[in-house]
């Protein structure tokens, strides 16, 4: 009988654009080039992952918010806000 090696925690990974480093996630987030791939990026992560992350970025009053409003409140406040000054920027 074989025993399987644990599977890692997503937050102790070591690439630095998923869930171990907040950091290194936000980095990637910004850039991304639309909300759909930022939706896509975070769409396989857990509740209490898109936590960590949102507690990174400073947002507040997440605690209670359903996984898809969460995503887009991340994907708002990352790819969301860049999309819209370029946009404010070249019309």
Do not use: C, F, N
């Not at 997503?10 to 991304?32: I, N, Q």
């Amino acid at each position: 009988m074989t025993t399987q090696p644990p599977s890692p925690d997503p937050l102790s990974s070591p690439d630095p654009t998923r869930r171990a480093d907040p950091s290194g996630a936000a980095a990637h987030l910004a850039t991304l080039t639309s909300r759909a791939d930022g939706a896509a990026y975070l769409s396989d992560w857990s509740l209490r992952e898109l936590r960590a992350l949102a507690a990174h970025l400073g947002l507040r009053g997440v605690a209670s918010h359903p996984k898809a409003d969460l995503i887009d409140r991340l994907v708002t406040h990352t790819i969301g806000y860049r999309l819209a000054s370029t946009a404010l920027r070249h019309p």
